[in-house]
């Protein structure tokens, strides 16, 4: 497996912002779309967000839109998820995750290849 670290998380209150990094290998950036998942204590992982590895093109779930925004930087290898307006219910442990796929339209965390430790976002006052 390529190296696949995500990092930026921490306790922010709400209206907050963070950003979150996930750094891999340039073949994984080159080849396929990464996404961006969020699991809350008792909930199911679901995706929030995504890059795809072709043309740039995103998908964030709607929960999300208008509040965050995906973004790569290949000089960088990182794939960086900024998050605007937090809220609550926005609190959960972050994972990228490289997908089966080169595109974005919305994914079940079964396609996924493999995933980071993660990192925890907590919105509270």
């Known amino acids: 497996q390529e190296p696949l670290v995500e990092s930026g998380g921490g306790l922010v209150q709400p209206g907050g912002s963070l950003r979150l990094s996930c750094t891999t290998s340039?073949?994984?950036?080159?080849?396929?779309?990464i996404g961006w998942f969020r699991q809350a204590p008792g909930k199911e992982r679901e995706e929030v967000s995504c890059f795809s590895s072709t043309d740039g093109s995103t998908y964030y779930a709607d929960s999300v839109k208008g509040r965050f925004t995906i973004s790569r930087d290949n000089a960088k290898n990182t794939v960086f998820l900024q998050m605007n307006s937090l809220e609550p219910e926005d609190t959960a442990v972050y994972y990228c995750?490289?997908?089966?796929?080169?595109?974005?339209?919305?994914?079940?965390?079964?396609?996924?290849?493999?995933w980071g430790l993660g990192t925890q976002v907590t919105v509270s006052s």
């Open positions: 995750a490289p997908l089966w796929t080169r595109f974005c339209s919305g994914s079940h965390p079964s396609k996924a290849q493999y």
């Open positions: 340039g073949f994984i950036l080159g080849y396929y779309a």
